[in-house]
């Protein structure tokens, strides 16, 4: 049986993830917080740093006060992550004053990084 060898804390400076729920997956909200939090430690520890990680649509509450998610997202940003997260997502969902991390920008910004990225994560 054949062995791929893959460097596994290589920087992916060329993928961006995106993130459009408060949390992963289809499921309870504890299991889709549980599910965010061994994701983004996991980028973390092993070193896998994309180029950003877009919030929109409910994964804006990733980013606000109260996520379980806050302390890892903010580790991954000043390891030079770029959080960027949605200013009209940020309005209508009434969650400006309560962001903590991350650039707010408009869906421009998230076009760009996408189209930056040679790879595109939708988690």
């Known amino acids: 049986m054949g ?3 893959v460097n596994q804390t290589e920087s992916k400076l060329d993928t961006v993830i995106l993130v459009t729920r408060n949390g992963m997956g289809t499921t309870t909200p504890e299991l889709q917080h549980l599910l965010a939090g061994k994701y983004f430690q996991l980028l973390l520890d092993d ?9 929109y649509a409910d ?3 990733l980013v606000c006060e109260g996520s379980p998610v806050l302390d890892t997202l903010r580790a991954l940003e000043s390891s030079g992550v770029h959080l960027i997260v ?7 969902l009434g969650l400006v004053d309560q962001r903590r ?9 998230i076009i760009e990084a996408q ?9």
Do not use: E, Y
């Not at 991390?101 to 910004?109: P, S, W």
């Not at 189209?115 to 988690?123: F, M, S």
């Open 3 to 5: 062995h791929c060898t």
């Open 47 to 55: 070193g896998k740093r994309p180029a950003a990680i877009c919030f």
């Open 59 to 61: 994964g804006v509450r």
């Open 86 to 92: 949605c200013q009209t997502c940020l309005n209508t």
């Open 101 to 109: 991390i991350g650039i707010v920008g408009g869906m421009g910004d």
């Open 115 to 123: 189209w930056q990225a040679a790879k595109v994560i939708t988690i």
